[in-house]
């Protein structure tokens, strides 16, 4: 088991930046692959970034590259999501994932979910 506790969320105005973290504990941090999702009310969980085990591998939703980054301190046992530029249609809820393999880009790969951090961005 893998649990995972976000951090960071808040309200922000358009144009400024927030640092997601997602700090992990139970089993080995560095075996799994770490992933970004986000919800928006009424809509669907889509992927926003997922990172490898080794931080060696990134990926990113269109939407979201040249914005956000994401990355991880396996000796922390921490991932994190810097995101820049923030803008009203990022506003969601922002979840972090751990993947059942080192890296994936499929959500039904990610089998530990923490719960949720609030993002709002104002126009």
């Known amino acids: 088991q893998v649990q995972l506790v976000e951090s960071g969320g808040g309200l922000v105005q358009a144009g400024g930046s927030l640092r997601l973290s997602c700090a992990a504990s139970?089993?080995?941090?560095?075996?799994?692959?770490m992933g970004w999702f986000r919800q928006a009310p009424g809509k669907e969980r889509e992927f926003v970034a997922a990172?490898?085990?080794?931080?060696?591998?990134?990926y990113y939703r269109n939407s979201v590259k040249g914005r956000f980054t994401i990355s991880r301190d396996n000796a922390k046992s921490t991932g994190y999501l810097q995101m820049n530029s923030l803008q009203p249609e990022d506003t969601a809820v922002y979840y972090c994932?751990?993947?059942?393999?080192?890296?994936?880009?499929?959500?039904?790969?990610?089998?530990?979910w923490g719960q949720g951090t609030q993002v709002t961005i104002s126009s």
């Open positions: 139970g089993r080995t941090f560095v075996n799994y692959g």
């Open positions: 990172i490898s085990w080794s931080g060696g591998m990134t």
């Open positions: 994932a751990a993947a059942i393999v080192t890296y994936s880009l499929r959500e039904n790969e990610y089998r530990y």
